[in-house]
């Protein structure tokens, strides 16, 4: 159980285009995910924390209106990354929570990520 | 500032012995410690998970020790196998946020 996808795996994309990833929760519900970034030789760095039905928080230095969230289900978060530049290209992240599922300690489940690459 | 410091950051054994990986963190309030296999280009995967009164805790050949009064922790893997090689990730929880480290390169040779 607890088992969070992301899609796709992996996107290529030109400059200035925009480019969006999905994240699950497959077998139960996420009323909290996260979103990380991940870029080489460095740990996870969390871009944004959004709660189903209400506006992401951000955390300081991501701009909100470069990386949309949506999280308009309990089982569905969408990162979209606008106008893409090659400083975007990282490996994308999500994870998902739900308080009252009954996993221990509050946890998160990590999706296997996304690697995109900006041309 | 809370912090989770991790060492060495990198670590190069051959298969079959033993490695122990080290975590020191600051993070206040502390609700819980966890140890996290990351798989190059995978999401971090559990391994274990501490609350404060938690000295210690196994998962097959993992095993993780927390001090709490010295706030620091340890991940020891026994007989190490060439699919260990990973990036081991020590996280601290703290209220709603989790405090990353930087993770230890484990890379086992044949």
């Known amino acids: 159980g607890a088992v969070v996808s992301q899609h796709p795996s992996w996107v290529i994309c030109k400059s200035g285009t925009s480019v969006k990833i999905e994240c699950r929760s497959l077998?139960?519900?996420?009323?909290?995910m996260f979103w990380y970034r991940q870029f080489p030789k460095q740990s996870l760095m969390l871009m944004a924390t959004?709660?189903?039905?209400?506006?992401?928080?951000?955390e300081q230095g991501v701009e909100k209106d470069k990386f949309l969230i949506n999280h308009a289900s309990l089982t569905l978060s969408t990162l979209t990354v606008t106008s893409a530049h090659p400083e975007d290209s990282s490996f994308y992240i999500c994870?998902?929570?739900?308080?009252?599922?009954?996993?221990?300690?509050?946890?998160?489940?990590f999706g296997p990520g996304t690697r995109l690459t900006v041309l | 500032k809370n912090q989770v410091e991790q060492s060495p950051q990198s670590l190069i054994i051959l298969e079959g012995k033993n490695c122990t990986l080290q975590?020191?963190?600051?993070?206040?309030?502390?609700?819980?410690l966890r140890w996290y296999k990351q798989d190059t280009g995978r999401g971090p995967v559990s391994l274990t998970i501490?609350?404060?009164?938690?000295n210690t805790k196994s998962n097959g050949r993992y095993t993780a020790t927390l001090d709490a009064d010295t706030k620091q922790s340890s991940l020891h893997i026994t007989a190490s196998q060439l699919s260990d090689s990973a990036s081991y990730i020590c996280?601290?929880?703290?209220?709603?946020?989790?405090?990353f480290g930087a993770g230890t390169i484990l890379r086992v040779k044949s």
């Open positions: 994870s998902a929570r739900d308080p009252a599922s009954g996993h221990s300690y509050n946890e998160q489940f």
């Open positions: 077998d139960f519900q996420a009323t909290t």
């Open positions: 959004s709660n189903e039905g209400s506006k992401a928080t951000y």
């Open positions: 975590c020191n963190y600051t993070v206040s309030p502390f609700s819980n």
């Open positions: 501490m609350t404060f009164s938690e």
């Open positions: 996280v601290v929880s703290g209220g709603n946020k989790l405090v």
